[in-house]
Each structure stands twice: as structure tokens, then as C-alpha cells.
């Protein structure tokens, strides 16, 4: 069975302090579909479900990327595939750029820019002096105007975090990935990251044959569209694996026809060789 890493996405629900111990518990019929096929492997990222929090203020994507590289190594469990959902999607992405892995990443509901980016409270200018009271500020609204759960419930760290992760643009290291090592599903009815945002971005680039659309699905197509997402994931497997062993296939053939080239070269130079010989 092939290792499959999964990561998940940013809900307020499996924040630590509402007392859950498995941030994929929600999604269990996807993760045990999953399993029929895969060796599946997930961890509960800082902030939620138990997890500690970091002693740093707040973290960036790229501090999520490197939290997973260090649990690939500590837990010597090689992925040869990494799935990551909403959120998930964006760290995973990140993680394949930031480290060069080769390593096919399958985005389910991708973050990668999302739909509407919480605002800060802006006037024209902010005075760095200010800056304080404009964070304060938008914390305020956030939480008390917008009644965003994420801020509302979160931890400083996580309201922090959180900041920083919403405004992530993924869409350029989507443009540099290599097309055959990247999978993404999308619903068609999902306005939290809706999939014609990231098509206008990339345009006609080669990863867009990659992205797959399920009609009338929204964010959480995991849970309603279970069975499609699955045979979506186990049909990008069987193709990349097949095309893996296509490109073994042909640079054994290059090697052999290299090594067959050698021996006729090497046997044209022993015939001139002996010939000098006889005529000498």
C-alpha cells in the first residue's frame, strides 16, 4: 500500500481549548475510505486538538511547512503521496516548494486564495506608531462586527496566525510546480475558495488540466462527495504511477541503446585496429 500524509485544514472547532483530539474526527468516513487502499498518516498541527502551541507569537506558512518536514523525518514515515485539505492544501503546497520534493501533493479544497480576505479597518495612511491600534482594531471588528469563529475562539497565536495564512497567494507556486505532481478537487459551489479564482490566476498553464471540479459540491466535499474524491485521488495514483514506470521504461531502453552504441563503436575500433595490423 502506498504511504498517503494527510494534512489538515484551519477550523475553529478543533481548537484546543474545545477539548477534540483528532482534527480529521469530522471527516472519519473519508479517512476510513482512504484506508482501504493507503497506509494513511496524520498529525494534528500546533493550536489544535492538543497540539502545543509554539513559544513564537505567530507562525507563517513557511513555519508549517517546516513543522511537517520535521514530523516526516522524526516519525520516519516517507509519504509517497502528501493529501492536504483547505488550509492543509496551502501547507502542503509550501512544503513541496520550500523543501524541492518531489513528492505528488493532492489539494482537496485548497486555500490557496481565498474568497474574501479579512480586511483590516484602513484609512490612507497608518503611522507605524499606530500599528498597534490598527491591529487592535481590526481584532475588534473581526470578532465583535463579523463574528468570525476562527478570530473569536482562537488563542493569540492562533488570531495572529491566522492573519497571516489568509492572505497567502498560492497561485505562483501553483505556476511552478511540476503539473504531473499535483492534483487539486474542487466543488463547483464552494465560496469559501472558489475554483474559478485560482483558473483566472493561472490561466491556460499546464497545471490547470490538473484541477478537477465536482458539480454541486461546496467546501466540504470530503464529507458529501465522499466516494467521488476518492475515486478522483485513486485515478491521479494509478495514472502518475503508470507514468513513473513509462519514464523507467524508456530510460532503460535510452540505457541500452547508449550501451549498444558503446559496443558497436568499440567493435568498429578493434576492426580498424587489426586491420593496421595486417597491413603493417
Given at each position: 500500500?502506498?504511504?498517503?500524509?494527510?494534512?489538515?485544514?484551519?477550523?475553529?472547532?478543533?481548537?484546543?481549548?474545545?477539548?477534540?483530539?483528532?482534527?480529521?474526527?469530522?471527516?472519519?468516513?473519508?479517512?476510513?475510505?482512504?484506508?482501504?487502499?493507503?497506509?494513511?498518516?496524520?498529525?494534528?498541527?500546533?493550536?489544535?486538538?492538543?497540539?502545543?502551541?509554539?513559544?513564537?507569537?505567530?507562525?507563517?506558512?513557511?513555519?508549517?511547512?517546516?513543522?511537517?518536514?520535521?514530523?516526516?523525518?522524526?516519525?520516519?514515515?516517507?509519504?509517497?503521496?502528501?493529501?492536504?485539505?483547505?488550509?492543509?492544501?496551502?501547507?502542503?503546497?509550501?512544503?513541496?516548494?520550500?523543501?524541492?520534493?518531489?513528492?505528488?501533493?493532492?489539494?482537496?479544497?485548497?486555500?490557496?486564495?481565498?474568497?474574501?480576505?479579512?480586511?483590516?479597518?484602513?484609512?490612507?495612511?497608518?503611522?507605524?506608531?499606530?500599528?498597534?491600534?490598527?491591529k487592535t482594531l481590526r481584532d475588534i471588528y473581526l470578532i465583535n462586527v463579523v463574528k468570525n469563529s476562527e478570530m473569536k475562539y482562537g488563542t493569540s497565536f492562533l488570531r495572529k496566525t491566522y492573519q497571516n495564512i489568509v492572505r497567502v497567494d498560492m497561485s505562483k507556486s501553483l505556476l511552478a510546480v511540476n503539473p504531473e505532481e499535483v492534483k487539486l478537487i474542487f466543488g463547483s459551489d464552494d465560496h469559501m475558495v472558489p475554483p474559478k479564482l485560482i483558473e483566472e490566476k493561472i490561466g491556460d498553464a499546464p497545471v490547470k488540466s490538473q484541477i478537477t471540479i465536482i458539480q454541486d459540491g461546496k467546501h466540504d466535499i470530503a464529507n458529501t462527495h465522499t466516494e467521488e474524491v476518492v475515486s478522483l485521488i485513486d485515478e491521479y495514483v494509478s495514472h502518475f504511477e503508470k507514468s513513473i514506470k513509462e519514464n523507467k521504461d524508456e530510460s532503460k531502453v535510452n540505457e541500452l541503446e547508449m550501451t549498444e552504441d558503446v559496443v558497436v563503436e568499440k567493435k568498429d575500433l578493434l576492426k580498424d585496429e587489426t586491420e593496421d595490423v595486417e597491413f603493417k
Open positions: 500500500m502506498k504511504n498517503i500524509l494527510l494534512i489538515h485544514g484551519w477550523d475553529y472547532r478543533n481548537y484546543t481549548k474545545h477539548g477534540g483530539k483528532d482534527a480529521w474526527a469530522n471527516r472519519s468516513k473519508f479517512i476510513d475510505k482512504l484506508g482501504e487502499k493507503y497506509n494513511v498518516n496524520y498529525m494534528n498541527l500546533p493550536g489544535f486538538c492538543g497540539q502545543p502551541e509554539p513559544e513564537e507569537k505567530e507562525w507563517k506558512l513557511e513555519d508549517y511547512a517546516e513543522y511537517i518536514e520535521n514530523y516526516i523525518t522524526e516519525n520516519d514515515f516517507e509519504p509517497d503521496f502528501v493529501l492536504g485539505y483547505s488550509f492543509g492544501g496551502a501547507v502542503s503546497l509550501q512544503w513541496k516548494m520550500q523543501y524541492g520534493k518531489d513528492t505528488p501533493v493532492i489539494l482537496t479544497s485548497p486555500a490557496l486564495l481565498r474568497a474574501s480576505r479579512n480586511k483590516n479597518i484602513r484609512v490612507k495612511k497608518w503611522p507605524k506608531q499606530l500599528n498597534f491600534v490598527r
